[in-house]
């Protein structure tokens, strides 16, 4: 079988028996932007301006990124030989605004993108370092906002993480690519019942589709349920108890594994919690985000329990290669 060769800035070389591009680009020491090498995070996008594009490297972009010639490089493995260029011209240059704790674990960061930067809140963007560094995060602020807010998990060993609590200042430059991710509101169902379910950082999409539904006046009951190891692992209490008492509608539920000082709080794993609350969500719409394996263990329990399949949206967190949480 022919080892095809890819065309990068001028410079040719043969990828290896089952390499992907990306893993090629590296190997060679060029250095692209990449993070879960699974191709979910997006941020490996390249473009072909020469060469057939495996249609599974285009599977999971956006229809307009497809006509252009853009591809996914950490799941391209061609059938021909391509040339290529990166997607610089798809970033967007952002500033650091704002940096602050919201627990002992999580940090927000909000950036001002430096030019129109279009989402949907409770999608995903790349945050790209200067040296290149990147890594994928939800966003959780609002459109209306002029901010793009992040909630930012410390991670031990975490390049991207370790710098933005303890190096990153307010005033220093990023680039943002994006966004990505289906698990936002679509409004176009007032009276259908939406359940919201996530541990630890997967908050923050979950916060942004709540307050993205009650703006659109979604009339229907809105539950958030957000787990924990311990009672420090919660986040944004105050504001989630507060949208609780303004919206009749909306009812929010922690909960944690491990029972601490709080009676009020609800002891056990998250899917329990939800499904001790609510054991029959038939025909709801559920939104559910976190670490692969409870995202798994949701989308499964909420599909027995009467959610179709196609009103279940999912992103998981994957841990970077190189996470969407580091």
Not at 225 to 241: I, K, R, S
Not at 246 to 268: C, M, R, T
Not at 288 to 303: A, E, N, Q, W, Y
Request: aromatic share 10%; with cysteine.
């Amino acid at each position: 079988m022919k080892n095809h060769t890819v065309c990068y800035l001028g410079n040719n070389f043969s990828l290896q028996a089952g390499e992907s591009v990306l893993e090629g680009l590296l190997r060679q020491g060029i250095d692209i932007p990449h993070s879960c090498r699974s191709g979910v995070c997006q941020s490996c996008l390249m473009r072909a301006s020469n060469g057939n594009i495996p249609e599974r490297a285009q599977r999971a972009i956006k229809e307009t990124l497809k006509r252009q010639g853009y591809f996914l490089s950490c799941v391209c493995y061609p059938e021909s030989d391509l040339e290529i260029v990166s997607s610089e011209e798809l970033r967007t240059r952002a500033e650091i605004a704002e940096l602050y704790r919201l627990s002992n674990t999580v940090l927000l960061v909000r950036l001002l993108p430096q030019t129109t930067f279009d989402y949907f809140p409770g999608q995903f963007l790349s945050l790209i370092r200067e040296d290149g560094l990147t890594r994928s995060y939800s966003i959780a602020s609002q459109t209306s906002e002029p901010f793009l807010e992040l909630h930012i998990r410390k991670i031990a060993n975490g390049e991207m993480s370790s710098w933005l609590f303890e190096q990153a200042r307010v005033g220093d430059k990023v680039y943002i690519q994006g966004p990505a991710g289906s698990c936002f509101y679509l409004p176009g169902r007032p009276q259908q019942p939406l359940v919201l379910a996530g541990t630890g950082t997967g908050l923050a999409p979950l916060y942004a589709i709540a307050r993205d539904a009650l703006s659109q006046k979604h009339k229907a009951d809105i539950w958030l349920f957000h787990g924990a190891v311990t009672q420090d692992g919660l986040y944004l209490v105050e504001e989630l108890e507060s949208l609780s008492r303004d919206y009749a509608n909306f009812n929010y539920y922690p909960s944690v594994l491990e029972a601490g000082a709080d009676a009020d709080l609800q002891v056990g794993s998250i899917d329990q919690v939800l499904l001790a609350t609510l054991p029959k969500p038939i025909g709801w719409r559920a939104f559910v985000c976190g670490s692969p394996d409870i995202v798994d263990i949701l989308k499964k329990k909420l599909f027995i329990a009467g959610v179709s399949m196609k009103d279940i949206y999912a992103d998981a967190f994957l841990p970077s290669q190189n996470n969407r949480s580091s």
